[in-house]
């Protein structure tokens, strides 16, 4: 996909230097509506006077709002946060590091994707089990029941079915049912591409999909079960280099190379 100006825009406007940003939530996924806002989501680097001293730079970003008619929401940790999350059973900063939808990188974003490997363990798949429950408990909910809450619980499950299986990082629903099909996929994608008043569930469909949710917990957890991925992350001491390497830096700007898309 090609990245709007907007989008480099902002990025160019952070108060510190970026070693990534890419594009998460439903352009991720493969599932946009026409109005779907951009999840920007990435890392900045504190200079090394606003960590040790008395006084603090932001761990946090955040900045949503709508800035030429595109709506936003920027969200970057500095690195040690984030290093710090990729060292727990968190999928999300996983899938950040993996988008292949870039905005802006650095050579240590290349070396930091790299290192990511070694921090997947099986016990990321709680993360999927868990994102699912909430997921599923939305849609139940909802009256008009939707279709977005229902492809969010089934791209976390493929998600953590094929991580298990495979140690690869995949949160793109089309390319996941290809992997693994479900035959329904298509349909309700295209219902939530087709806007609001096509992406509500019928009343009679919902045991239907709720066997299929109960059937692919089932896949998750006997994914987790068999899997041969380690119980804790070996990726601590590259980390750990790396954030010395990134704070050393000073106040030299980490540049962001050419925005690219996929």
Avoid at 28 to 43: A, Q
Avoid at 108 to 136: D, N, P, R, S
Avoid at 163 to 181: C, I, W
Wanted: a neutral charge; glycine letters at 6%; hydrophobic letters at 40%.
């Amino acid at each position: 996909m090609e990245i709007a100006p907007e989008i480099i825009k902002l990025t160019k406007a952070q108060p510190y230097p970026l070693v990534f940003i890419t594009i998460s939530g439903a352009h991720l996924y493969g599932f946009p509506s026409p109005d779907s806002d951009y999840d920007l989501r990435g890392m900045h680097v504190l200079p090394i006077n606003e960590v040790i001293g008395l006084g603090t730079g932001r761990e946090t970003i955040e900045i949503s709002g709508i800035r030429d008619g595109l709506e936003m929401d920027l969200v970057t940790h500095d690195a040690r946060k984030f290093f710090l999350l990729m060292l727990k059973k968190n999928g999300y900063v996983l899938e950040q590091l993996y988008s292949p939808l870039v905005v802006c990188s650095t050579s240590e974003f290349e070396e930091l994707k790299a290192i990511g490997h070694m921090c997947v363990t099986k016990h990321h798949a709680h993360h999927y089990f868990g994102f699912a429950h909430t997921q599923w408990t939305l849609f139940e909910k909802q009256n008009p029941r939707r279709v977005k809450p229902l492809l969010y619980v089934y791209r976390v499950l493929l998600t953590g079915i094929h991580l298990m299986r495979t140690g690869e990082v995949e949160a793109n629903l089309v390319k996941l049912n290809e992997l693994y099909p479900l035959a329904y996929i298509p349909e309700l994608i295209a219902r939530k591409l087709a806007g609001p008043e096509h992406a509500t569930v019928a009343d009679a469909d919902i045991e239907f999909y709720r066997r299929e949710y109960e059937r692919l917990l089932v896949e998750l957890q006997e994914a987790y079960e068999k899997c041969s991925l380690p119980e804790v992350p070996s990726g601590k001491p590259a980390l750990n280099d790396l954030l010395i390497r990134l704070r050393g830096r000073g106040r030299q700007p980490i540049l962001p190379a050419a925005p690219r898309g996929s």
